[in-house]
């Protein structure tokens, strides 16, 4: 499976982005899509998943009631709304997907820098 993630940009603090995340090839195996960043100098964290079927979504604390993570299975596309962000959002967003069965997220998408300034 391959990732395209886009929607990346500059944006003050209390401001909104939308990120996506298009899949393509062997779409068929994905079951979960997920999101995770990356600030400078620190490790790469969990921020949001969305399941194939029910949709069933999970949120890192520190973005809840912020952002939603919503799925588009017909056109194989997971997108992020951001909204009131802050500083501390500012990262390498990547998007991630991984089967049914598998343990962790197998497949990466090359990050979109989101920055937001106060």
């Known amino acids: 499976v391959q990732l395209q993630a886009s929607g990346g940009g500059l944006v003050q603090a209390g401001g909104s982005l939308r990120l996506s995340c298009a899949a393509s090839?062997?779409?068929?195996?994905?079951?979960?899509m997920g999101w995770f960043r990356q600030a400078p100098g620190k490790e790469r964290e969990f921020v949001a998943s969305?399941?194939?079927?029910?949709?069933?979504?999970e949120y890192a604390d520190s973005v809840k009631g912020r952002f939603t993570v919503s799925r588009d299975n017909a056109k194989n596309t997971m997108y992020l709304q951001m909204n009131s962000l802050k500083p501390e959002d500012t990262a390498v967003y990547y998007c991630a997907a991984k089967g049914l069965f598998d343990d962790t997220f197998g497949s990466w998408g090359q990050g979109t820098l989101v920055t937001v300034s106060s």
């Open positions: 969305i399941t194939r079927g029910s949709g069933s979504t």
């Open positions: 090839g062997r779409t068929f195996s994905v079951y979960t």
